[in-house]
Every structure is written in structure tokens, then in C-alpha cells.
């Protein structure tokens, strides 16, 4: 697997390392979905919005740097006029932000079909989060962990009423555990 990698040789999917997600979601229609995406205002999660958008998803980019993601969210509606995306505050550092980022979530009456937990930072220096926590596991895990956690009843609801198997996504790294993704059938 590797050796493909390094190569760029296509997988069983049909893709490699380098396809775009335009290619990859090509006459993929995401329309009547709703998806969170954590980290959505810059990289992959900016890329993972945009996509989503433009495949007719209503995207909730929730984000730390607010300025910033209404930045990525005025090139996608550039691009793309009819795009339906939010920008909401979440730093997934802090545990009263991840609670009051899914209170006001669920406050909204939305539905959930599709959480990715893409933001995370990496070999930071020591620190402290507010909670008292390692500053990378409380963004990249417990953050992650405890906004799912918070979601999850939605994500189900949305599953039983729309008969459409949710998604939850976790971004991590081929160094670490890699990408993970978890269903959620209709039941
Ligand atoms: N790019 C790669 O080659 C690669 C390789 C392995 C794994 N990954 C994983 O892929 C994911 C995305 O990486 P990327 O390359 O797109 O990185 P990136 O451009 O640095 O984006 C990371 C995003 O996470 C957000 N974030 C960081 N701390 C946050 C917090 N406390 N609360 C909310 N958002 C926070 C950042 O927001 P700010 O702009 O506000 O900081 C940014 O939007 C990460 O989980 C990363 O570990 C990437």
C-alpha cells in the first residue's frame, strides 16, 4: 500500500493520493444533506466545505478563526452562487466552546447527516488547554470526542426520519491512526 502511495498508482477505489475531491465526487449529488465540518477555514477542511457545497450539501463550517472561513465561504459562493454554507464559532480546545457550539446547533432545529472531525494541529510546544488538558490530544481528541458525543442523538434522528445512513468522519494522519469513518445506519 506504500509503494502505490509513493507511486501515485490508483487503489481499489480508483483514486490516488493525487485526485482532487472534485474528481473524486464527480456526478456525486449531496443535495438534501447537512454537514458539519470541523476546521473548515483553511486546508483540507476548507477544501472538504467547499466540495460538499458545491455538491449541493448545506455546510456548517465550524471554526475557530471566524474571519478567516467567511473568507473560504465567499470564493465557494463565488464560485458557486447557490451554495448554502454557515460559518460557526467551535474551538475544540476548549470544552465550554464545544458545548455551546452543539447547544446552539441543536438550538437550530438542523438536521446531521455528516460530521468531519478534520481541524487539528500538530507537534505543538507544551501547553496547557483551559480544562487543564495536553494542548494536541484536547483539539485533535477530546475536543472531537466530546462535539460527537454532543451530536450523535441528532446525527440518529436524522438517520431514522430521512432513512439516509449518517456519516462521521475522523481526519487523522497515516502517521497516527489514520483516516476513520463510522455509519450510521437508519435505525
Ligand atoms: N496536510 C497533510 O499532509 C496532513 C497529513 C496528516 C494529517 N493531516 C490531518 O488533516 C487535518 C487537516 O489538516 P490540514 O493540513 O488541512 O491543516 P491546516 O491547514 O493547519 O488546518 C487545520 C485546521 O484546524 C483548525 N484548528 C486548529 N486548532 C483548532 C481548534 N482548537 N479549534 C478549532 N479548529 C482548530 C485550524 O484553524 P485555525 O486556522 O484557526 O488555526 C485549521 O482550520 C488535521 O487533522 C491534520 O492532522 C493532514
Known amino acids: 500500500m506504500m509503494t502505490s502511495w509513493l507511486l501515485g498508482r490508483r487503489g481499489p477505489s480508483g483514486f490516488s493520493w493525487s485526485s482532487t475531491a472534485d474528481q473524486v465526487t464527480e456526478g456525486i449529488s449531496a443535495a438534501g444533506l447537512t454537514a458539519v465540518v470541523t ?7 476548507a477544501e ?16 475557530r478563526g471566524v474571519p478567516a472561513a467567511q473568507a473560504v465561504r465567499d470564493r465557494v459562493l463565488a464560485e458557486a452562487p447557490g451554495a448554502r454554507l454557515d460559518v460557526m464559532e ?18 437550530r432545529g438542523l438536521p446531521l447527516n455528516i460530521l468531519i472531525n478534520n481541524a487539528g494541529v ?3 510546544p507544551f501547553e496547557l488547554s483551559k480544562d487543564g488538558i495536553e494542548m494536541q490530544f484536547a483539539t485533535n481528541h477530546v475536543g472531537h470526542f466530546l462535539l460527537t458525543q454532543l451530536l450523535l442523538d441528532t446525527m440518529k434522528k436524522t438517520s431514522r426520519e430521512s432513512n439516509v445512513e449518517g456519516r462521521i468522519v475522523n481526519v487523522s494522519s497515516e502517521g497516527g491512526s489514520g483516516i476513520s469513518a463510522l455509519s450510521l445506519p437508519p435505525r
Open 39 to 45: 476546521g473548515a477555514s483553511s486546508g483540507i477542511g
Open 48 to 63: 472538504t466545505a467547499r466540495t460538499l457545497a458545491l455538491r449541493g450539501a448545506h455546510v456548517v463550517m465550524a471554526v
Open 90 to 107: 467551535l474551538d475544540l480546545s476548549s470544552m465550554a466552546s464545544v458545548r455551546a457550539f452543539a447547544s446552539q446547533f441543536v438550538a
Open 122 to 124: 500538530m507537534a505543538t
